[in-house]
């Protein structure tokens, strides 16, 4: 490709609205083009990361023993209806009408669409497994569209659907899929890690995410460095203390701890540890009559050490919070409390409420926590003696840095990352829902156990972008690089010598198979070397009359700090060497 055929607009400054690097760099190298919130077009140089990402997804998937096919982006209604998903998703799931007033939806994903193809092309157990993937445009009606594509609204998905007769088959299909995804990410050529996920509103149970690791990353990762262990934050589990309980060594007393509301503040004010202190958290639970309306409230009690936080996920599973729960209201609050919040504790209270103590405030001695007075809180709290052992103890909280790793192999570490790539066993969710089933050997029917598993193409841009960039511009890895090769030549409009040369090494490497792109412009060298560093090319070489005149090229690599001269003669064999390794 020449420069002059092609499509190159960068700009100097980017977009006032773009806040992380991939937004800021994408808009400034030409790449994407705002047309609306959350909505881009992807112009000519961010179109080429794209295909490429899209042929190694393609070349995998394939290989792996996925079928490819197309879905609708409009879908009909009645078929989310079916699955429960129409009225349960929200208002990301964008709801439109025809013009017979017939309700559609714009896919944000296919399972619904991909079960029904399911239940009517599969009928017995000799056609399975099967797997059906599509690389597809997606639209989720995002409240707050922002970082351009790494959390836009309308997006292009590769997901994948499983379908086998039984779960170990199931099992199998993801662990196929798992590995497929292991060979697409270091075929990208960026850092990243999988790890295990909760599934969250898709469903199932076993369940990957893979994170590309970027200190922007908005999900936290969490990890063992001396193990293969890793986990999202939502689902890494933190172990209980080893016991046993420290003996009580303090009397229980209530201490004046006047404006002092938060456990750090009351922590400083008596000037003892944070983690000596156990903050209370207020939850309910709604039980709703045959006609839809609340009949009852449930108040509960989650007791966490002061420096911990809670971990919704882990919250939503505990028994009898497992249905569905939302944090109380001030008045439910001072009805079983007899306080605001603040200074709130399990001591005292005016109600009864469920207690639900963290596996780490199970095992303290001597711990302080709210009095249920304004301006007090009661120190030298211990189990047993002061109350009850805890009703319920459960994992409640986020893992930190330096808490022991749950494979017993070395602490945890965190990192930043940002997900691509989610991989899930479905079960039963959907073929059930919708009654998808086939008949096995004895001629009975059974439910499809399904899998499925996406892969953000256009986020993934984004994302090693992110994780590859410096303060001149991208630097792409080579297989997702718009261009792998630029030729730069220096006054090719003023001097044959140059031009020819160019031209005999740009078509050398057409030649021998590699992406190169000749800059035919005309632009001085100062414009045209920021062209290139600003798009990410990771390699360059520079043709100029005095390079000619001493037979040598400049060659560059993206990331290095300065030049190499190579021979001219050699200088396409140093391209394809440089590529191959």
Same mark, same amino acid.
Request: aromatic share 8%; charged share 25%; net charge negative.
């Given at each position: ?146 970082f351009g594509l790494m959390r836009g609204r309308e997006f292009t998905m590769k997901d994948a659907y499983s379908f086998d007769r039984d779960l170990a088959g199931a099992k199998a299909s993801y662990q196929n899929m798992a590995q497929a995804y292991r060979r697409i990410f270091d075929r990208f050529g960026l850092t990243y890690r999988a790890v295990a996920a909760d599934s969250g509103a898709i469903g199932g149970d076993m369940s990957e995410e893979f994170q590309v690791i970027a200190a922007t990353g908005e999900d936290a990762i ?185 494979? %017993?192999?070395?602490? $945890?570490?965190?990192? =930043? #990352?940002?997900?691509? +790539?989610?991989? &899930? ?87 021998? %198979?590699?992406?190169? $792109?000749?800059?035919? =412009? #005309?632009?001085?060298? +100062?414009?045209? &070397? ?52």
């Amino acid at each position: 490709m020449k420069a002059s055929r092609f499509f190159v607009s960068t700009l100097k400054e980017a977009p006032t609205d773009a806040e992380v690097a991939s937004h800021r760099l994408m808009m400034r190298a030409g790449m994407i083009k705002k047309l609306g919130a959350g909505v881009y077009t992807y112009m000519p140089m961010g179109l080429r990361v794209i295909r490429k990402v899209e042929a190694i997804v393609r070349e995998e998937m394939d290989r792996a023993g996925a079928v490819e096919l197309t879905m609708p982006v409009v879908q009909p209604a009645e078929l989310w209806q079916e699955s429960g998903r129409f009225e349960k998703m929200g208002p990301e799931l964008l709801r439109i009408k025809d013009r017979h007033e017939r309700d559609y939806v714009v896919q944000p994903t296919s399972e619904e669409v991909v079960t029904d193809i399911a239940r009517q092309e599969i009928r017995s157990y000799k056609q399975l497994p099967r797997n059906f993937y599509q690389i597809q445009t997606k639209f989720r009606d995002e409240r707050r569209p922002r970082f351009g594509l790494m959390r836009g609204r309308e997006f292009t998905m590769k997901d994948a659907y499983s379908f086998d007769r039984d779960l170990a088959g199931a099992k199998a299909s993801y662990q196929n899929m798992a590995q497929a995804y292991r060979r697409i990410f270091d075929r990208f050529g960026l850092t990243y890690r999988a790890v295990a996920a909760d599934s969250g509103a898709i469903g199932g149970d076993m369940s990957e995410e893979f994170q590309v690791i970027a200190a922007t990353g908005e999900d936290a990762i969490v990890y063992c460095p001396d193990s293969n262990y890793a986990a999202n934050m939502e689902k890494a589990e933190a172990m209980p203390p080893a016991g046993p309980r420290p003996a009580a060594s303090n009397p229980l007393a209530k201490t004046p701890t006047p404006g002092k509301s938060t456990c750090e503040d009351v922590a400083q004010l008596l000037g003892v540890p944070l983690a000596t202190t156990v903050k209370s958290l207020v939850l309910a639970t709604d039980t709703l009559d045959a006609a839809g309306n609340i009949a009852g409230v449930q108040v509960w009690l989650l007791l966490l050490r002061g420096d911990h936080d809670m971990n919704e996920i882990k919250v939503g599973k505990v028994p009898g919070l497992d249905a569905g729960f939302r944090f109380a209201s001030v008045g439910e609050i001072e009805a079983h409390f007899g306080c605001k919040p603040g200074y709130l504790g399990p001591l005292n209270t005016k109600k009864p409420v469920r207690l639900v103590a963290d596996r780490e405030v199970a095992m303290m001695a001597d711990w302080i926590t709210g009095a249920n007075e304004l301006d007090f809180h009661m120190t030298g709290v211990n189990w047993g003696r002061d109350l009850p052992e805890p009703e319920l103890v459960a994992d409640l909280r986020n893992v930190v840095a330096g808490d022991p790793s749950p494979d %017993g192999k070395g602490l $945890l570490a965190i990192e =930043r #990352g940002i997900e691509v +790539g989610h991989v &899930f066993v479905l079960g039963t969710k959907y073929s059930k829902d919708m009654n998808a089933t086939f008949l096995d050997e004895g001629g009975k029917p059974q439910f499809l156990e399904m899998g499925c598993y996406g892969i953000g193409i256009t986020r993934l841009p984004a994302a090693a972008i992110e994780q590859n960039h410096d303060e001149r511009g991208i630097i792409w890895p080579d297989a997702i690089a718009p261009f792998t090769v630029v030729v730069c030549p220096i006054g090719m409009d003023r001097s044959a010598d140059v031009k020819a040369a160019a031209e005999a090494l740009y078509e050398e490497l057409r030649g021998a %198979g590699v992406d190169v $792109l000749l800059d035919d =412009r #005309g632009e001085r060298p +100062g414009a045209m &070397f920021a062209d290139w560093e600003l798009i990410g090319v990771p390699h360059r070489i520079v043709v100029s009359d005095r390079g000619i005149k001493e037979g040598q090229y400049e060659y560059q690599h993206r990331r290095d700090t300065a030049a190499t001269k190579v021979p001219s003669a050699e200088a396409a064999a140093h391209i394809r060497a440089k590529l191959a390794a």
